[in-house]
């Protein structure tokens, strides 16, 4: 590699998940010099260890599928769902530009460049509402290593812990089949063929060649922009922006070869991740016992707020009226764990028959089966009402036995480990698992006999869990009477504690529908773009569905290139001019 000094480019991305490749990309077709600054060794961001998939309303592939299965969906009926999922915090000229432009996205994205999705029936997290359909999410193909030559090298891995033997499993009928493998002779079948083909890529090459989620949708993005001769600088934090005459014209970077000062003709980007890790905003604009707590979150250590804070020095404002600070995930760490590889996302096992979750009253407090971010916003609440920071995932041995519980895996892998480390509690009965976590064990007892009595008549009459079809969706179809409800009856007993986590922060850098960053004028910073997590959510702290953050990522990752070229006088291939442009401003 050269040695890095200063230099002049067209664009300047900061940060390499999902968005700002999109934009990187985007720029870079229009025929813009384009340069993608990362902080980390490797590239991918938070996107690189997400699912990879998009929620972008009305695209093609929702279409081909809605006609498919006999399902009408319309940006109006998307856009009366948005409007009750924003509430009182709707930016409806952000959220406009959103439906307009998604689709166009991604028709843009997938005729430009390597990445490839397909259409997933997947009900959006608040099904009850006016507007809300099941079709809007894309998911990402899966990839060949092979085609990825020396970027692999440097292309972000899967959280190690989500990995089974090495394998990362890609769609979720993949994993439902991998977990049926200790109950169903033709699941162990798929997962017997799954594995030797992954061990016989082991031995060829070292690693697996299928490249799966989200880790697919950055390397697609990445080869796409290694061929059209983007380079990537890696280990190389934005440290401060420049700025001259009201304008921002760079960065200062922080690379290995030292300080290196990067000019931008047309705009930089930032594209950093939030500030998930940043103990000051947390303080500041986390609610209750998130804004002090040790962060237990599945993100990477470097999303730490950077491009907030030099934004702000000159002269950005930061959005913090939205309802929700974090996109929120209930999640468990190993005893000792000092990083994201040691923490767990619990999206599986708690929507799953046989498990419960309660505070050390012993006490349920939600639907377990909701949305991830519902569930955040319930457990802080109920912490805050119950005065605990602690709450509890607990299942029988039969639940533990077929869906796992966080590290642990379901039959036949061993658990023992777990046990012993103490990240997993056992007791023979309730009563003694109660005496090992510190709960009430009358109450516990008192809780498990009510909840059981709802799993035999499929109703939860306390917190609704099962009568969604989110929940149902997530649940298991060969449950009865109720996918998402089942009796814990099964000795001996386990549990693990949860934590509010959080897969990215939502507060963010203000931003127009170009996705300009704003002074406290709310006037445009020439010059300066935020994209994904380092701009306010789109939905005013919303989660509609699966996808709502790596799809406005890309989105407008997408929408600031656009600008930037078009303020560059260039156009963007295969977009006809009278659909490229939004309210000129």
Known sequence: MARKSDLTVDVLVIGSGGAGLTAAATARKAGLDVLVAEKEAVFGGTTATSGGVIWIPGNRHAQKLGQEIGIDDTLADARRYLMIEAGQYADEPRLDAYLKYGPEMVDFIEAQTEVRFHAMEF??????????????????????????????????????????????????????????????????????????????????????????????????????????????????????????????????????????????????????????????????????????????????????????????????????????????????????????????????????????????????????????????????????????????????????????????????????????????????????????CGIDAVELEATVTRFNGFARTGVDEDFGRGASDYDKHHGDDENRPNPALGALETEPFYAVRIYPGEITSYKGLAVDVHARVLGHDDQPIAGLYAVGNDQANVFGGGYPGAGGTIGPGMVFGWLAAKHIAESAGRVLPGVPPEASDVAAQ
């Open 123 to 436: 009900p959006d997290y608040h099904p009850e509402e006016d507007g809300a359909s099941s079709i809007r999410s894309l998911g990402t193909l899966e990839y060949d290593a092979c085609k990825m030559g020396p970027l692999m090298n440097s292309l972000k891995g899967e959280l190690p812990q989500t990995l089974f033997l090495g394998l990362a499993l890609g769609s979720s009928l993949e994993m439902k089949t991998f977990m049926k493998a200790g109950r169903s002779a033709k699941a162990m079948g798929f997962v017997m063929k799954r594995m030797v083909r992954h061990f016989r890529d082991l031995a060829r090459h070292g690693s697996s060649q299928s490249i799966v989620r989200g880790r697919a949708l950055i390397a697609r993005l990445a080869r796409t922009l290694s061929d059209d001769g983007v380079p990537f600088w890696l280990e190389s934090p934005a440290r401060e922006l420049i700025a001259e005459d009201g304008r921002v014209v760079g960065a200062r970077l922080a690379t290995p070869d030292g300080m290196v000062e990067v000019r931008a003709r047309h705009g930089v980007i930032l594209a950093g991740g939030g500030y998930p890790r940043d103990r000051d905003r947390r303080r500041d604009h986390h609610p209750g016992v998130t804004a002090t707590m040790e962060p237990v979150l599945p993100v990477p250590m470097g999303n730490t707020g950077d491009s907030a804070r030099m934004a702000e020095a000159v002269g950005a404002r930061f959005n913090g009226h939205l309802s929700s600070a974090a996109a929120w995930m209930p999640t468990s760490k190993l005893p000792g764990a000092t990083d994201d590889t040691g923490v767990w996302p619990h999206l599986v096992d708690r929507n799953k028959p046989g498990f419960l979750m309660v505070t050390p009253d012993g006490r349920r407090f939600v639907n377990e089966s909701e949305n991830y971010r519902d569930l955040g916003l319930h457990m802080i609440d109920a912490f805050e009402e119950r005065g605990t920071d602690t709450c509890w995932l607990i299942g029988d041995r039969r639940a533990i036995r077929r869906w796992g519980i966080g590290f642990v895996r379901p039959f036949p892998i061993l658990h023992g480990h777990y046990v012993r480390s103490g990240y997993l509690k056992q007791g023979k009965t309730l009563n003694d698992l109660a005496r090992v």
